[in-house]
Nanobody
Framework: QVQLVESGGGLVQPGGSLRLSCAASGFALDYYVIGWFRQVPGEERGFVAAIGGSGRQTSYTDSVKGRFTISRDNGKKTAFLQMNGLKPEDTGVYYC???????????????WGPGTQVTVPA
């Protein structure tokens, strides 16, 4: 059974850090681009970061550059999003997704996790 499951969300004060994990099962993660997305109520799900299958290519939305780091461990079939310097505007449900590529902003994502809540109070 193909599955992505996020973990590591929670409540953190401004300036704090969280590390999100995305565990994959049922498919070969190595061949997939992994993306992280954020959604807040009333808004569309927005792109946060992505990483290519080998880990050499990464991409970030401007608002998180220098604060967030995406990484992956294909041997453990897990991807990560290290979030430092968290701000209230980072609040939302974070989803990880896997897609066959190519590594472009318009590439489709095939598999999605159920999401994990991150809350940074104002």
């Amino acid at each position: 059974q193909v599955q992505l499951v996020e973990s590591g969300g929670g409540l953190v004060q401004p300036g704090g850090s969280l590390r999100l994990s995305c565990a994959a099962s049922g498919f070969a993660l190595d061949y997939y681009v992994i993306g992280w997305f954020r959604q807040v109520p009333g808004e569309e799900r927005g792109f946060v970061a992505a990483i290519g299958g080998s880990g050499r290519q990464t991409s970030y939305t401007d608002s998180v550059k220098g604060r967030f780091t995406i990484s992956r461990d294909n041997g453990k079939k897990t991807a990560f999003l290290q979030m430092n310097g968290l701000k209230p505007e980072d609040t939302g449900v974070y989803y990880c997704a896997a897609g066959p590529g190519p590594f472009t902003s318009s590439a489709p994502y095939t598999y999605w996790g159920p999401g994990t809540q991150v809350t940074v109070p104002a």
